[in-house]
């Protein structure tokens, strides 16, 4: 019986296993009719999962935790047992910004904590003069944009929200907002650094690859409800996915892939920027290999603590059965076997972030000393307020 069904894409090229599994036959083999709708920010994947418009969507990983956790307006459930792929995103800054940081001897190619201490100079020199803030774009409140972009700040001694302004920007409009000088640089997934680059509005500063080797990124993300009513749609929906994946990692493939992904449909960028990505030295997206679609249940402990770090999420949690209920490594097992593909026996890895290690077992810990740490940051602002008075 044909199923059908309805799934959200925003225009990044890791909606790539998605597009493939329609383009190639993979969904139809398994017997599911399914539609895309392009949506234009992830605000509206969100609405539309959790309202049932949408039967499943490509997701920030983030976005699924969100929800669960009822941090978001719309707080629906949502889980993923498939991540679409790791890696592919990067800080991008002005031309402008990029010469002042050239100004205080940073060169291309420089390593991320040495264009953080650059740019924390500069953010010195500006707060000297009395100017205003640098501002930087994420995609959405809960994004690994948005947390990859804070913790490499304060690496550097950057503190968000104070020495850099922040705010919300659709990935397809990244790059117009630079040329335009609303913003001063932004973290986003591929193509749009790379487009930036090319219409000579910014240059990529920070490739997070380079902080963090095959981090997570985006899911597959249904509504929980959803979930328990279509429980062997959803195991097709994976299998199709699997087999796309896959494709989409192959190396001669990546041509085919950055024109395809090209299509108004899709992402609507030049194909030489989505080649850039897909295929040039860095190679920013990894699809498949070495269990790049395993909901790892300590990326969503590791998103969790930074929720807590930067004060999304206020109230105490268990952050082991949080991740278990949201990234459902079990569902994945059950299609990956059905496919006589071999899945990690462990639900949990150590990570590392810019040199900084993540051990699962010690989340909590981690999470206690981001509170300590935010209070003593909020002592040191009232010391430096009454400072001020007096």
């Not at 983030?62 to 890696?87: D, K, N, R, Y």
Request: charged share 20%.
């Amino acid at each position: 019986m044909t199923r059908e069904l309805s799934i959200g894409i925003t225009p990044l090229a890791d909606c790539a296993p998605i597009a493939v599994a329609l383009e190639h036959g993979h969904f139809a083999r398994e017997g599911l009719a399914v539609t895309l709708s392009r949506e234009p920010s992830w605000a509206n994947i969100r609405d539309k999962l959790a309202t049932g418009v949408l039967d499943a969507a490509h997701m920030l990983a983030p976005m699924t935790l969100a929800a669960s956790l009822g941090i978001e307006p719309v707080a629906e459930p949502a889980v993923t047992a498939f991540a679409l792929g790791l890696g592919g995103n990067a800080i991008t800054v002005s031309s402008r910004l990029w010469a002042r940081l050239a100004d205080e001897g940073l060169a291309a190619g420089a390593p991320p904590d040495a264009c953080g201490a650059a740019l924390a100079r500069v953010l010195a020199d500006d707060r000297a003069a009395g100017r205003a803030p640098l501002r930087f774009a994420t995609v959405f409140p809960f994004s690994m944009h948005g947390y990859e972009l804070r913790f490499w700040l304060a690496q550097a001694g950057v503190t968000p929200d104070r020495d850099v302004r922040l705010q919300v920007v659709p990935p397809p409009r990244m790059v117009a907002e630079l040329e335009a000088g609303a913003i001063d640089g932004f973290a986003v997934g591929e193509p749009w650094g790379s487009l930036a680059e090319m219409r000579g509005a910014g240059s990529v500063l920070v490739a997070v690859e380079d902080l963090w080797s095959r981090a997570p990124e985006k899911v597959l993300g249904v509504n929980a409800r959803w979930l328990a009513r279509n429980h062997a749609t959803h195991k097709a929906l994976l299998r199709a996915l699997l087999a796309a994946a896959h494709w989409c990692d192959e190396p001669e493939n990546r041509p085919e892939l950055a024109r395809l992904l090209s299509a108004s449909h899709y992402v609507d960028a030049p194909e030489s920027a989505l080649l850039g990505s897909l295929a040039g030295p860095k190679r920013f997206h990894t699809f498949h290999a070495g269990d790049a679609n395993f909901p790892w249940r300590s990326h969503a402990m590791w998103i969790a603590t930074q929720m807590l770090r930067w004060g999304q999420l206020e109230k105490p949690l268990d952050l082991r059965a949080t991740a278990a209920r949201v990234y459902r490594a079990d569902l994945y097992r059950e299609a990956a076997g059905e496919l006589g593909l071999r899945a990690p026996s462990a639900d949990e890895k150590s990570e590392s972030f810019g040199g900084v290690r993540f051990e699962p077992a010690r989340a909590a810990e981690y999470a206690t000393s981001f509170a300590i740490a935010k209070l003593r940051v909020a002592a040191d602002e009232l010391a430096a307020a009454q400072h001020a008075r007096d």
